[in-house]
Nanobody, 126 residues
Framework: QVQLVESGGGLVQAGGSLRLSCAVSGGTFSRYAMGWFRQAPGKEREFVSGINRIGIRTLYADAVKGRFTIVRDDAKNLVHLEMNSLKTEDTAVYYC???????????????????WGQGTQVTVSS
């Protein structure tokens, strides 16, 4: 059973930064593509960023491109989301997810992800 635990959320002022982390246990982390999604109140869950299983292909939602960076640390079974220049519209619960399909793809679709964390709240104040 694969388990994902997010951390690093919190309250930050607009323009600030946060670093989210997702610790993955169970299975073989290096086989998984990883993704970050978010869900704001009253909105559907949306793709934020993804990284393929060998770390050479990354994707970003247009809303976060140039501000967020996804990195993976296979030695520690971690994936991070560095978030800079945060905006109030970035406020959401952020979820990490694992894609076990063992491809070199990075997917934007939540349907391609098999395991999810419980989420971490990010609140950006004006």
């Amino acid at each position: 059973q694969v388990q994902l635990v997010e951390s690093g959320g919190g309250l930050v002022q607009a323009g600030g930064s946060l670093r989210l982390s997702c610790a993955v246990s169970g299975g073989t982390f290096s086989r998984y593509a990883m993704g970050w999604f978010r869900q704001a109140p009253g909105k559907e869950r949306e793709f934020v960023s993804g990284i393929n299983r060998i770390g050479i292909r990354t994707l970003y939602a247009d809303a976060v491109k140039g501000r967020f960076t996804i990195v993976r640390d296979d030695a520690k079974n971690l994936v991070h989301l560095e978030m800079n220049s945060l905006k109030t519209e970035d406020t959401a619960v952020y979820y990490c997810a694992a894609d076990l399909r063992y491809t070199l793809e990075t997917s934007r679709s939540s349907l391609d992800y098999d395991y999810w964390g419980q989420g971490t709240q990010v609140t950006v104040s004006s």
